[in-house]
């Protein structure tokens, strides 16, 4: 399967822990978004990477979050001191090219519950 | 700036036919459409780029009237696999135009047979 890939589908964390969220891109692809879903609520745009490279991060929160997408590897999304607010299903979507007007491939999502 | 869908839920019976809508306040570079069922990962269905431009997928097609900042999507002879919610995502034209597509809250399409 070629698909984006994201582990772990599933995290629990108590409040305080950190929670760390996979995105393995579509075979070829060497761009990357976050995205964040609370219940109910449409998809909400974190951070674009490159490799190596924070292009835009302009919908990240200031404090606690933090993304990379190393030369190897998957990207990583970092979430610092868990709260209770940061529930919520994390989606990364993957293009071949820079964005504007490419499209962009989901993956199935990480589901964060915070205890 | 968010685009407004409408409507926020349509119920249908297999076999009829719907229109969802997606407009926005600023001009658009291009609108691209997503249909996410429970639980699952949003799946790309098409993208628009230019005013005026229509495109199909199967009994799926979507317009965009850049006039209007506007784009419909367009489900004909609705089958039970298009029940779901769909999510018109945008990006801007010029200086407010991100990488990140900014979506609406989506349209709960539910059909019946």
């Known amino acids: 399967n070629a698909g984006v890939m994201q582990n772990p589908r599933h995290l629990v964390r108590r409040r305080g822990q950190e929670a760390r969220l996979r995105c393995s891109p579509m075979?070829?692809?060497?761009?990357v978004y976050w995205y964040r879903q609370l219940p109910e609520e449409g998809l909400k745009f974190m951070v674009y990477?490159?490799?190596?490279?924070?292009?835009?991060e302009s919908g990240m929160p200031k404090e606690r979050f933090s993304a990379e997408f190393p030369k190897e590897g998957p990207s990583i999304l970092r979430i610092q001191q868990v709260v209770r607010g940061d529930s919520a299903a994390y989606f990364c979507?993957?293009?071949?090219?820079?964005?504007?007007?490419?499209?962009?491939?989901f993956g199935p999502g990480t589901r964060l519950l915070v205890l | 700036q968010q685009p407004v869908q409408s409507p926020q839920a349509v119920i249908l019976r297999e076999g009829e036919d719907a229109v969802i809508n997606c407009s926005s306040s600023?001009?658009?570079?291009?609108v691209h459409w997503y249909r996410q069922k429970h639980g699952e990962a949003p799946v790309f269905l098409m993208i628009?780029?230019?005013?005026?431009e229509q495109k199909g997928h199967e009994k799926i097609s979507a317009s965009f009237n850049e006039k209007k900042q506007q784009s419909s999507l367009y489900l004909t002879a609705s089958q039970l696999s298009y029940s779901g919610t769909y999510f018109c995502g945008t990006q801007l034209v010029g200086g407010g135009g991100a990488d990140g597509l900014t979506f609406g809250k989506g349209t709960h399409l539910i059909i019946q047979p």
């Open positions: 990477l490159q490799k190596e490279n924070i292009i835009d």
């Open positions: 979507a993957s293009s071949l090219n820079r964005g504007r007007g490419e499209t962009q491939y």
């Open positions: 075979k070829g692809h060497s761009h």
């Open positions: 600023k001009a658009l570079y291009s």
């Open positions: 628009l780029l230019k005013g005026g």
